[in-house]
């Protein structure tokens, strides 16, 4: 990289400023600031009258130390100039500020792969105002991704996800989960045991082609594995059979304007819902909100929970009703009393 290039050549420069300062002071005996000024004067080409009394060897040295200073200080105008004009500077300022958002981000979703999937995959996160990171081992295909989705907003890596610093350059210890979207299956089970590595107990979601990988895919620590050919088979179904549900779904849930929601919600510790039914609760009267379904901490779901249904730390319900009435829910839920 032109940056790189440009670092080390500087690095090179400093280091023939204070060979000669050293020089100078070693073959003539002069104080180490008027050594450092008579190098700067000879690199700089200025012209000067060599002082009386001189050693040939203190000539030489000089000699060497103009050929070697000229050499280098032209490599490194051109290579600045270069960095400059082509925009290497800008982009690196952007790497830079980019990166730094990165770091500061917690419990966000790490989507791995900029192809068709990740591109929905993306959507939906950008729909549902979640923080996420693209990465992909290709910048050209990252590029096209933004384009495509027209969002200059989209934070991402370039970077193999099977290499441990490019996930942790991504914040995989501080992630909620990892969603995998790369077209083969091998590589996903690569990027999941690599991503279990370092993280043993995150939530990773992928992607299958062949339904013969499921298994191997499981075995790897996949917490969900979604079977494309199977999605697709079943909403075509759906759509010509349950045509209205199909319809109501969708609405719910790709509409970016719509009304109705569906919305998960965690009752955290030492909230006030906990260890009430549902009719103590009485959701719909202090929120106006359906209750879906009951999800336990122990992966039970209840579906259409009656009203001695009880609600426990841990839990999570799942509500449909207006965005505004959602966040009331969630903010209520936090409370220790009401």
């Known amino acids: 990289m032109k940056i790189r290039r440009f670092i080390i050549s500087l690095i ?21 600031l008027d050594s450092l000024f008579f190098t700067l004067v000879t690199l700089s080409t200025v012209g000067y009258s060599l002082p009386d009394g001189i050693t040939y060897t203190t000539q030489v040295f000089t000699i060497i130390l103009i050929l070697s200073g000229i050499t280098v200080v032209v490599y ?30 917690k419990n966000h979703y790490i989507v791995v ?3 068709k999937t990740g591109f929905f995959v993306c959507q939906n996160m950008i729909k549902e105002n979640k923080d996420f990171i693209l990465l992909d081992k290709s910048e050209e295909k990252i590029y096209q ?14 970077g193999d996800a099977k290499n441990e610093n490019v996930l942790l350059d991504a914040g995989i210890e501080r992630a909620n989960s990892v969603i995998l979207t790369l077209p083969s299956d091998v590589d996903n089970l690569f990027v999941a045991l690599t991503v279990k590595s370092i993280v043993p107990n995150i939530n990773i979601i992928s992607k299958v082609n062949d339904p013969e990988s499921i298994k191997k895919l499981s075995y790897a620590g996949i917490n969900k594995v ?11 179904a759906y ?15 790709h509409t970016p304007e719509k009304d109705l929601q569906l919305e998960e919600v965690k009752i955290p510790e030492n909230s006030w819902i906990a260890s ?20 336990k901490k122990d992966d039970k779901s209840i579906f259409n929970p009656k009203a001695n249904t009880k609600i426990e730390e841990g839990d999570v319900i799942i509500v449909l009703g207006e965005d505004s009435k959602i966040k ?9 009393n009401i």
């Open 12 to 32: 090179i420069i400093l280091i023939i400023i204070l060979t000669g300062g050293i020089g100078y002071t070693v073959l003539e005996n002069w104080s180490f």
């Open 76 to 105: 490194s105008l051109s290579t600045l100039t270069s960095f400059i004009v082509e925009g290497e500077m800008k982009n690196a300022l952007e790497v830079r500020k980019r990166m730094k958002k990165i770091e500061s981000m």
């Open 113 to 115: 792969g900029a192809g």
């Open 145 to 158: 991704f933004i384009q495509e989705i027209n969002n200059e907003d989209i934070l991402y890596i370039v």
């Open 226 to 236: 979604v079977l494309e050919s199977e999605i697709s088979g079943n909403r075509l």
């Open 239 to 253: 759509m010509a059979t349950r045509p209205n549900i199909v319809s109501f779904l969708e609405t719910i849930i």
């Open 276 to 295: 009430k039914t549902l009719k103590e609760i009485a959701l719909p009267d202090k929120v106006d909100l359906i209750v879906i379904a009951v999800r």
């Open 328 to 336: 009331k829910l969630k903010e209520i839920v936090k409370l220790e």
